[in-house]
């Protein structure tokens, strides 16, 4: 089983969609959660960290199922520039390891 | 503030040669981090250091693979020789403090290996 798991998508979804991405783990003993966005050609950047009780951030809401391994990120109201690959991310004690990442396609 | 600094950005070499990748991270920050990335494989970790010490380098592929850091604000990857399958986007990263998740990537060099 791979560490972190995501469909690749892609995701094509016209603007004002609400999409959700999923990712899955396999290391239970992972310490904290991520995701980073990815813009074509260029390189990753923290999105917002994922925590237990869900978290929100405008647009975005993050959560995180520790029984069942599993962190989700749901984009409401998408917007043209929201277009991007984004990276599920899990930390150990000192380092990340990455999903391979879902593709998003918002079209006008 | 500057960001992460990579150089080169883009790099063409033939199969054999050495290749020298560099990266300044962010000031102040402790750990470095060495990523690939591939469409089939995703970003990998290839080294990480922390104060300038090597700590993790098992994600090194191969002997070909050596990275340095002689002091806190200049690390270097290097390959040599080269081949076809290193062809791929490398990244440098840089954090805060050893512990501290959030890292600030450089832009990458792209790398192709004729």
């Known amino acids: 089983r791979k560490e972190v798991e995501q469909d690749p998508g892609p995701f094509n979804v016209p603007e004002g969609a609400t999409v959700a991405f999923n990712c899955t783990y396999s290391n239970s003993a992972s310490q904290s959660f991520f995701w980073y966005r990815q813009d074509c050609r260029k390189e990753p950047k923290l999105l917002m960290s994922v925590y237990s009780s869900g978290n929100e951030d405008g647009r975005f809401t993050a959560q995180l199922n520790r029984a069942s391994q599993y962190i989700s990120l749901l984009i409401r109201d998408s917007k043209l520039s929201d277009s991007a690959t984004y990276l599920c991310?899990?930390?150990?004690?000192?380092?990340?390891?990455f999903g391979k990442g879902t593709m998003l396609l918002v079209s006008p | 503030d500057a960001g992460v600094i990579q150089s080169p950005r883009h790099e063409v070499t033939e199969m054999g040669q050495e290749v020298t990748l560099r990266c300044k991270p962010i000031?102040?920050?402790?750990?470095l981090f060495w990523y690939r990335q591939t469409m089939m494989r995703g970003l990998e970790l290839l080294i990480y250091?922390?104060?300038?010490?090597?700590?993790?380098d098992s994600g090194m592929p191969e002997d070909r693979f050596s990275a340095k850091m002689p002091n806190a604000s200049f690390s270097t990857l290097k390959i040599q020789p080269s081949e076809p399958r290193d062809s791929a986007v490398y990244f440098c990263a840089s954090s805060p403090q050893s512990g501290s998740n959030e890292q600030f990537f450089g832009p990458g060099t792209r790398l192709t290996v004729l």
């Open positions: 991310v899990v930390a150990g004690y000192s380092t990340l390891t």
């Open positions: 000031s102040g920050h402790n750990s």
């Open positions: 250091f922390n104060n300038n010490v090597p700590i993790d």
